[in-house]
Nanobody, 119 residues
Framework: QVQLVESGGGLVQAGGSLRLSCAAS????????MGWYRQAPGKQRELVAT???????NYADSVKGRFAISRDNAKRTVYLQMNSLKPEDTAVYYCNLRHISLGTPQGYWGQGTQVTVSS
C-alpha cells in the first residue's frame, strides 16, 4: 500500500549535476530503507545508494564521492544529489522502499526517471 513517485531526471552534460527526488505515500513502517537503483539498456538493475530511516547510508563504489543520498522523514521523501556526472551514469533511475508491514517484509518500486549524460 505504498506508492513511490520519482522526479528530477533529465539531460545533462558530463561534469554537470542533477538532483533526483522520490516522494512516498501510503502506510510506511517507522523503520524503512529507501534507495536508488539504476538500469541501463541491456543491463541488469544495480544498486546506487541506500539510506535507512535513521540516516545510515551505503553507496556503490562507482558513485562514491560524487553522489549523495539524503532523506526527509517528515516529508517522506528521499533525494539523490548527483555531481560530476559521467556518460556511464546514463540509465533509468528507480526509487525503492523496503519495510516490514503486518509482520511481513515488503518492497516497492517507483516508475523510474531517465538520466542521460552527454559527452
Amino acid at each position: 500500500q505504498v506508492q513511490l513517485v520519482e522526479s528530477g531526471g533529465g539531460l545533462v552534460q558530463a561534469g554537470g549535476s542533477l538532483r533526483l527526488s522520490c516522494a512516498a505515500s501510503g502506510s510506511i513502517f517507522s523503520f524503512s530503507v529507501m534507495g536508488w537503483y539504476r538500469q541501463a539498456p541491456g543491463k541488469q538493475r544495480e544498486l546506487v545508494a541506500t539510506i535507512t530511516s535513521g540516516g545510515t547510508t551505503n553507496y556503490a563504489d562507482s558513485v562514491k564521492g560524487r553522489f549523495a543520498i539524503s532523506r526527509d522523514n517528515a516529508k517522506r521523501t528521499v533525494y539523490l544529489q548527483m555531481n560530476s556526472l559521467k556518460p556511464e551514469d546514463t540509465a533509468v533511475y528507480y526509487c525503492n522502499l523496503r519495510h516490514i508491514s503486518l509482520g511481513t517484509p515488503q518492497g516497492y518500486w517507483g516508475q523510474g526517471t531517465q538520466v542521460t549524460v552527454s559527452s
